[in-house]
Every structure is written in structure tokens, then in C-alpha cells.
């Protein structure tokens, strides 16, 4: 079971579960709590302090003289975090994961993905019911805004088609499936409160429905 100690003031994680029993160093700067690497000089945020309304991510952060890069939101860093608004990353960002639950149960209303986001996990979604706008950046070349409110990726870095529909922004009423995609993701509808009508064109390549893609939504017809 992993938890925190302290040493002369500063913060470790230790993870009994590891065979190596690694401590990793936990630094917390402008409320929010980011996990460091000493071995490849990288952060990830795996948590935060009561973190208010807009927030801007920095690309690095420094600790002892030495600079981090800042490269992943862990599982449930921004849970529960209900005064946040909006996430937007500094320039030359090197973002490459979002991981599961990274939101869940927060108040996120507008979340930019990067030029270097390679993933969001599947579930990172999971319970985020006000995210309404997601701008991606135009140079990140796996992920795309289609029709204005559906993000899509692709499902492997060896095709050129965004047949992943990843997400839907939750104030939309009303969607057509693209008939090019092949997988829905886990929760990508979760939370569509207003969604009544979902149509799935007579052509479509759709192959999967992962689970839970349309729970705590309102959708009244699903047309096939």
C-alpha cells in the first residue's frame, strides 16, 4: 500500500507494492503536487491543492536548482476539484499522457490538448460532465475537433484516419456518428444531459462501444 513520508521536509512517495520500494519525490508549487524523476529529469501532476478557476500549466517546473519537465496528468490529479475551470498548457508544452479519471467529478468546463499529447487514457473522461470546448492545438497530429463538438483520434500512429471517436462535449443535443469510425471510447458521452438523438449511419465501420459510452446521458433514440 503506497503513502507519504517525510524526510528533513520533504515529501516522498513510497510504494511498498514495488519490488525495488522506490521513493519518489513530491513537490508541491502554486497548489498544485507534481511527482518527480530524478533518473530522465521529468514531472507529472498527481494531484492539487483546492487549485481556483483558470490555470495555466507551466512546461517545466524547478526544485534545488534543477528543472523537471512536466510530462503527464496522473489518475485523478484534478478529482473532485470543483472550483477548476479551465486548463490551458505554456508554450512548448511536452504533454504526451492524460491518464484515467485525471478529472473525474471535477467542474472543468474547457481543457487544450497540446501539440505533444500523444494519449488520453481510456476513462479519462469518466464523470466529467461540464467539460463543454476542447481546443487542440492545430500542430498535435493525433488528435481533431470534427463537427465542432466530437474529438477524434487516431487509432494507430501507422494510418492517417481518426476513426477513434474519443469524446462528445456534454451540452451537445444531438450527433451523426461519422460512418469512418470504427471505436467508441469508454465514457465518451457521459454526462450528455441534453443529448437526445444519436444516429449511426447505414454505412458506418463501427465495431466497438466501449463500456459505459453512454452512461448518465439523455439519449431518448439510437438511430442504426
Known amino acids: 500500500m503506497p503513502f507519504f513520508i517525510k524526510k528533513k521536509k520533504t515529501l516522498y512517495w513510497l510504494d511498498m507494492n514495488s519490488n525495488q520500494h522506490l521513493e519518489t519525490l513530491i513537490v508541491e508549487q502554486d497548489s498544485l503536487v507534481y511527482s518527480i524523476n530524478n533518473e530522465n529529469m521529468t514531472a507529472k501532476i498527481i494531484g492539487n ?20 519537465v512536466i510530462t503527464s496528468i496522473s489518475e485523478k490529479a484534478f478529482q473532485y476539484s470543483k472550483k477548476l475551470k479551465s486548463i490551458q498548457f505554456s508554450s512548448n508544452w511536452k504533454l ?15 481543457l487544450t490538448i497540446p501539440p505533444n499529447l500523444i494519449k488520453l487514457e481510456e476513462e479519462w ?6 467539460l463543454n470546448k476542447i481546443i487542440i492545438s492545430p500542430k498535435n497530429p493525433y488528435y481533431k475537433l470534427y463537427d465542432g463538438k466530437l474529438i477524434l483520434k487516431k ?10 471517436l ?21 465514457f465518451a458521452f457521459d454526462g450528455c444531459y441534453f443529448l437526445n438523438t444519436i444516429k449511426i449511419q447505414p ?5 466497438t462501444i466501449g463500456k459505459g459510452a453512454f452512461s448518465a446521458s439523455s439519449v431518448e433514440f439510437l438511430v442504426i
Open 155 to 164: 487509432s494507430s500512429n501507422k494510418t492517417n484516419n481518426y476513426d477513434v
Open 203 to 207: 454505412d458506418s465501420q463501427l465495431q
Open 125 to 130: 473522461c469518466n464523470e466529467v460532465y461540464s
Open 96 to 110: 504526451t499522457i492524460i491518464e484515467k479519471d485525471a478529472f473525474k467529478q471535477s467542474s472543468i468546463k474547457i
Open 49 to 68: 491543492y483546492d487549485v481556483k478557476s483558470d490555470i495555466t500549466i507551466p512546461h517545466f517546473i524547478c526544485h534545488q536548482s534543477k528543472k523537471y
Open 166 to 186: 474519443v469524446f462528445c462535449f456534454r451540452n451537445t443535443t444531438s450527433v451523426t456518428i461519422p460512418k469512418f469510425i470504427k471505436k467508441i471510447d469508454p
